[in-house]
């Protein structure tokens, strides 16, 4: 169905982490998605930066 190439699974997952605060699984999520070669759209990088806003340490996120 080409799901696995689309980047809307991993929106809802990053979500899902997002509100449970799991901030180390969303940065395996961005992995992977990375490594895959599926492109980021707008909602990625929303509630990517919704996490940074949450955590409040940016630090902790740049490697």
């Not at 509100?19 to 492109?39: V, Y």
């Amino acid at each position: 169905m080409g799901l696995a190439h689309n980047p809307l699974c991993y929106n809802f997952m990053m979500n899902m982490y997002y509100r449970t605060g799991n901030w180390e699984k969303m940065d395996n999520m961005m992995n992977e998605m990375e490594g895959k070669g599926i492109n980021v759209n707008q909602f990625t990088l929303i509630i990517r930066l919704s996490a940074y806003a949450a955590v409040g340490d940016s630090d902790e996120w740049i490697k």
